[in-house]
């Protein structure tokens, strides 16, 4: 898969003008709904305010850079994908929070008061989900290279589900529950050859990544005999298969691609029942909903993405005469990606007659990796006043060692900005203070909760001498 073709990357071809930019907006000082938390609003002065709170005053007391993170947008969003399923078991929530968008103590518990389950896929996820008492039934544990030190971890803390990955992996949770006497509930990790991002998706029959069991194959059936060896062993089997996962990629607009991977997926499910009579009882999609980034984005949203996934499945397992098995998905950005702003200064303003004009901000690919890594697509306004200036084409970059520190790489700003200013850039609540990084020894910035016109350090800015800390000399 080349660069460019990454999902949140580039915008549509048809809605970009001949110089490869969008026409700016009507209005820059506007907020579109679609893009912007669901508190953000602009006060009389024409300030950004979030949660109730202007962000003049929180850049003032906190700092920039800054995320900020729309408490009240997040719990709606997690709410709406659970209201979303109708009814179902508290005890096994069929919507997962894919913790590595970003998760943090407060996070993880805004996830459990709202009755979602999460999932890790590290022993530092796991560590920050227990630390923050998360219940440990409604964890998934992922990932391609689990140690057997994370798995004994995750087993000893009650875990609810492991996702499995490998052979080495069965075997090593297998021995490490009959060591303590314990059964895990475990589906396999199915790869159903279908790659999707936006709204496009390919459907081929090998899978070229280091992910889960090709169905291709039978691979993927080897691993359910494999797992179902575990069944039979002794008073307490170590290992007990209650589904299939499957996830297909990230920042999808349509259910097109997850009509394939139930195709295939629940095709398995008919081969399990006929060569083992065992009927599983769970489907789990997996995540990659997505979200605007931009005005040009059109997520479906929670309802009828459900509603199509629930219809898909059912028709499915009609066909093969299996009930319909409880399904789970597992948003990360969908939940956390629009709740999240980025807030920086603006240091230097350089114009380049005829091209653009670049906006050195205070951060960078330290806080926001995504447009360098992924050529993604990001918003951005004048956060601290309006203005009614002609619209500059401007590049907004941050203060790294390196040219492709973009943070977004086509913004319409007011021709008027100058340093001093504050810019917001939308969208950045998922994968941006996860994927953050010390490069030129930035500083990470805090991740501050904002509700009802107070905010709450969530994550605390870093220090030098937390650099210093892990620097022995
Ligand atoms: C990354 C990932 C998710 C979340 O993806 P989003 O695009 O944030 O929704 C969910 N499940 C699995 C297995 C993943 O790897």
Known sequence: ??????????????????????????????LDPKVWPITAARDEEGQLTLGGLGVAELARRQGTPAYVLDEADWRRRARTWLAAFGSYDPQEPPVHYAGKSFLSKAVARWAAEEGLGLDVCSGGELAVALAAAFPAHRITFHGNNKTVAELGRALDAGVGRFVLDSHEEIDRLAAAAIER???????????????????????????????????????????????LKFRAGGKTPPLELVGLHSHIGSQIFDTAGFETAAHRAVGLLAAIRDEHGLVLPELDLGGGLGIAYTSEDDPQDAFSIVAALKAIVARECFGYSLPTPQITVEPGRAISGPPGVTLYEVGTVKPLEGLRTYVS?????????????????????????????????????????????????????????????????????????????????????????????????????????????????
């Open 181 to 227: 006497e314990t059964t895990a509930a475990v589906m396999v990790r199915v790869t159903v050859g279908v790659e999707a991002h936006t709204h496009e998706f390919i459907a081929t029959a090998h899978e070229d990544q280091k992910f889960g069991f090709s169905l291709a194959g039978g691979e993927a059936a080897e691993a359910v005999r494999h797992v």
């Open 361 to 473: 901000v205070d951060g960078g690919m330290s806080d926001n990796i995504r447009t360098a890594l992924y050529d993604a697509a990001y918003t951005c306004v004048l956060a601290s006043r309006t203005s009614e200036a002609e619209p500059m084409l401007a590049r907004v970059v941050g203060k790294h060692c390196e040219a492709g520190d973009i943070v977004v790489k086509d913004a319409w700003l007011p021709a008027d900005v100058r340093p001093g200013d504050l810019l917001a850039v939308a969208a950045t609540g998922a994968y941006c203070r996860s994927m953050s990084s010390n490069y030129n020894h930035a500083l990470r910035p805090p991740v501050l909760a904002v509700l009802d016109g107070a905010e709450r350090v969530l994550v605390r800015r870093e220090t030098e001498d937390d650099l210093l800390a892990l620097d022995l000399g």
């Open 1 to 30: 898969m080349s660069r460019a073709a990454h999902p949140a990357g580039p915008r549509y071809a048809d809605v970009l003008t001949a110089g490869g930019v969008s026409a700016p907006p009507a209005d820059l000082n506007a």
